[in-house]
């Protein structure tokens, strides 16, 4: 059974941090590219930042310099670490999993950043 359990997640203010983690399980981890998505309210979901099966990170342009993901294959988990944190970085964080056969979702952890 495919599992990817979000954990970390919370309230910080502006400027803050916070670091969110994915733990995978029942899928070959070493094979499969990790992201992290997010959904802000009213907004469609997006790509946040992934990290290739040899660990080549990409990043959208609004979190450059301020995020960084990361993967520990022994570990099976997957990190989104999130520094300088913004209002507009308020959302539900997904973490994914593709390979070319299968895609997989965790069932999303909340951050929300305000004053």
């Known amino acids: 059974q495919v599992q990817l359990v979000e954990s970390g997640g919370g309230f910080v203010q502006p400027w803050g941090s916070l670091t969110l983690s994915c733990l995978a399980s029942?899928?070959?981890?070493?094979?499969?590219?990790m992201s992290w998505y997010r959904r802000a309210p009213g907004k469609e979901r997006e790509l946040v930042a992934l990290?290739?099966?040899?660990?080549?990170?990409s990043y959208k342009d609004a979190v450059k310099g301020r995020f960084t993901i990361s993967r520990d294959n022994g570990e099976k988990s997957v990190t989104l670490q999130m520094n300088s944190l913004k209002p507009e970085d308020t959302a539900v964080y997904y973490c994914?999993?593709?390979?070319?056969?299968?895609?997989?979702w965790g069932q999303g952890i909340q951050v929300t950043v305000s004053s």
């Open positions: 994914n999993s593709w390979i070319v056969t299968a895609e997989y």
């Open positions: 990290i290739t099966d040899r660990g080549y990170p």
């Open positions: 029942g899928f070959i981890f070493n094979n499969a590219t």
